[in-house]
């Protein structure tokens, strides 16, 4: 709720929440837990579900009872349970934004409006062409960008946490000054840098992005600050 209203008095233009973590709570507290920040700023709220993360799911019961606040507004998904999602859409007037980068087509496919995605901060622009391509009922072209995606969003999302790979790979990229992340955020280890380079080695064809000038910076990612522990990049 602090954070909330501290959003809020430096200038957000809405606000995203993940159920309480840890705790485990009945659907119960998950429901006064996202009323309680919902009702303490006036902006418009997004409910982030996202068990793989939090422990937890929001339950149909629990989402359709939180439509009717009038500050939550959204859903960012990244649960992959479309039948809910699309129940869900279907009996209220939430918006749903995809939230698992490699599901981002079959969502689209069902009804949700966009994406609130991690591979979109590298390459944004084939996402952009995908959900123009659906809005306008193009299969084919949506399809061929989410074939293009692929080894991107699997360099991305699959082999270290999202933020680790984005930042490792715009760096490699040129695009920020550094990989390093907050701990208990790392760099990768030599061979999670491998995986993610391999995938990135299949990507082509992608607009507005080129890895052909790639130069990735294992020791940039991985060193530094943190003291180096015996058997380890670090």
């Known amino acids: 709720i602090q954070l909330a209203k501290q959003s809020e008095a430096a200038g957000a233009d809405a606000i995203m929440a993940v159920p309480p973590y840890y705790n485990n709570p009945p659907q119960a507290g998950v429901l006064t837990h996202f009323r309680m920040i919902a009702d303490a700023t006036d902006l418009p709220m997004i409910l982030y579900d996202i068990p793989g993360r939090t422990g937890i799911p929001i ?7 939180l439509a009717k606040h009038p500050n939550i507004l959204a859903v960012k998904d990244a649960k ?9 859409m ?6 749903y934004f995809s939230g698992d980068d490699p599901m981002v087509l079959p969502s689209l496919s069902i009804g949700m409006s966009g994406l609130i995605g991690v591979t979109a901060n590298i390459a944004p622009q084939p996402y952009r062409v995908m959900v123009d391509a659906v809005n306008r009922g193009d299969l084919a072209a949506a399809t061929e960008q989410h074939r293009l995606l692929e080894p ?5 999302m699959t082999h270290v946490p999202g933020t680790v790979s984005t930042k490792y790979l715009l760096h490699g990229l040129g695009r920020i000054s550094t990989p390093r992340v907050r701990l ?3 760099g990768p280890e030599e061979w999670e840098a491998t995986l993610i380079e391999d995938d990135v080695a299949k990507v082509q064809g992608l607009d507005g992005i080129d890895f052909s000038n790639f130069r990735p910076d294992r020791n940039a990612a991985a060193g530094g600050a943190l003291p180096r522990i015996a058997g380890t990049t670090r």
């Open 152 to 156: 991107l969003a699997r360099a991305t």
């Open 59 to 65: 339950a149909y019961e629990t989402i359709t009872r």
């Open 184 to 186: 208990p955020l790392v």
């Open 80 to 88: 992959g349970d479309l039948a809910q999602a699309s129940r869900v």
């Open 90 to 95: 279907n009996e209220t007037n939430l918006l």
